[in-house]
């Protein structure tokens, strides 16, 4: 079950980093907390505009950790919570995870489908 603090900051302004391992060592990129959605199954589906190196290293390993948080939202001490995601993930091109992103963000070649294995609030 996806956290309700997590969904919380998901609505808020924040920068997501998303992390992956690939060949060639690891690898971040950023988005934005407000890009991102949760499914009915409850994966977590990311817009990639361009992630090309993400998706290279996610077809070589899928495991990936993603970190969020936001200033506005009541954390575990004080004003501020954040969460690391870890998961496993893959890039979809067609079908309806890849129509139901394209409908909110025309701008994406891919939606990263994430299944998340752990949700932590870290803070």
Do not use: C
């Not at 890009?35 to 993400?54: C, N, Q, V, W």
């Not at 496993?88 to 409908?103: E, L, Y």
């Amino acid at each position: 079950m996806i956290p309700e603090k997590l969904q919380e900051i998901m609505k808020q302004d924040g920068v997501v980093a998303i992390a992956t391992l690939g060949p060639d060592g690891p690898h971040m990129v950023n988005t934005w907390n407000s890009y991102l959605r949760i499914s009915s199954d409850e994966r977590l589906f990311i817009p990639a505009g361009y992630m090309h190196k993400t998706e290279a290293n996610v077809a070589h390993n899928p495991s990936v950790l993603i970190t969020l948080g936001s200033s506005k939202v009541e954390g575990l001490h004080g004003a501020g919570a954040g969460f690391l995601i870890k998961g496993r993930a893959r890039f979809v091109t067609s079908g309806p995870d890849f129509d139901f992103m394209k409908a909110k963000f025309a701008w994406l070649r891919a939606t990263v489908a994430v299944a998340i294995e752990t949700a932590t609030q870290t803070w």
